[in-house]
Antibody, heavy 124, light 107 residues
Framework: QVQLQESGPGLVKPSQTLSLTCTVS??????????WNWIRQRPGEGLEWIGYIYYSGSTFYNPSLKGRITISLDTSKNQFSLRLTSVSAADTAVYYC????????????????WGQGTLVTVSS | DIQMTQSPSSLSASVGDRVTITCRAS??????LNWYQQNPGKAPKLLIYAASSFQSGVPSRFSGSGSGTDFTLTISSLQPEDSATYYC?????????FGQGTKLEIK
């Protein structure tokens, strides 16, 4: 059974960098069948897609986060990571990592496995 | 960006009712539309993918339909455990986008 688990600091100071890691178990991150996503949810709000990384290292980011994001992959540890720079209170959210399954024949994709989420609070 | 608009934003229904949630995309997304259920304090759970395909283990009372710009999630006979927030999401292009959510309460 595939499992994803987020880890990282729960409190980050304004203007600093938020860093989270997602550890994948029960399956290899080094596969051409999946995108590895970060998604966040501000308190009381909906879901916001942050970006994803492919096993090749290709990345796609949400332009709304204006160049503050880096997503990276560590295949030796079966992990992928998120860095978000210059954080403010608006970045306070539950951060989820999730696997996006790509159906080769039809090209459809969907988020089939999610981590439990980790709350990151930006505050001095 | 493709905008996803759900309606209603919230609804209240009784056990056994047939419930329909609508999602509209700002442009044609074919069948690249997924539905998720989220309970408070939990991660979203995939219900339906590719507009109408069932995710394994999801009760058969959940179904999805639509293509292009208009999509529907239907719960044929509402159960108490269906109280949750439901989100649609397009996987047609990046950035991936979600609807704003529909909060479903049981009367």
């Amino acid at each position: 059974q595939v499992q994803l688990q987020e880890s990282g600091p729960g409190l980050v100071k304004p203007s600093q960098t938020l860093s989270l890691t997602c550890t994948v178990s029960g399956g290899s991150i080094n596969s051409d069948t999946y995108y590895w996503n970060w998604i966040r949810q501000r308190p009381g709000e909906g879901l916001e897609w942050i970006g994803y990384i492919y096993y090749s290292g290709s990345t796609f980011y949400n332009p709304s986060l204006k160049g503050r994001i880096t997503i990276s992959l560590d295949t030796s540890k079966n992990q992928f990571s998120l860095r978000l720079t210059s954080v403010s209170a608006a970045d306070t959210a539950v951060y989820y990592c999730a696997r996006e399954n790509l159906v080769e024949v039809t090209a459809v994709s969907y988020l089939d496995y999610w981590g439990q989420g980790t709350l990151v609070t930006v505050s001095s | 960006d493709i905008q996803m608009t759900q309606s209603p934003s919230s609804l209240s229904a009784s056990v056994g009712d047939r419930v329909t949630i609508t999602c509209r995309a700002s442009q044609n997304i074919g069948d690249f539309l997924n539905w998720y259920q989220q309970n408070p304090g939990k991660a979203p759970k995939l219900l339906i993918y590719a507009a109408s395909s069932f995710q394994s283990g999801v009760p058969s009372r959940f179904s999805g339909s639509g293509s292009g710009t208009d999509f529907t999630l239907t719960i044929s006979s509402l159960q108490p455990e269906d109280s949750a927030t439901y989100y649609c999401q397009q996987s047609y292009s990046t950035p991936r986008t979600f609807g704003q959510g529909t909060k479903l309460e049981i009367k």
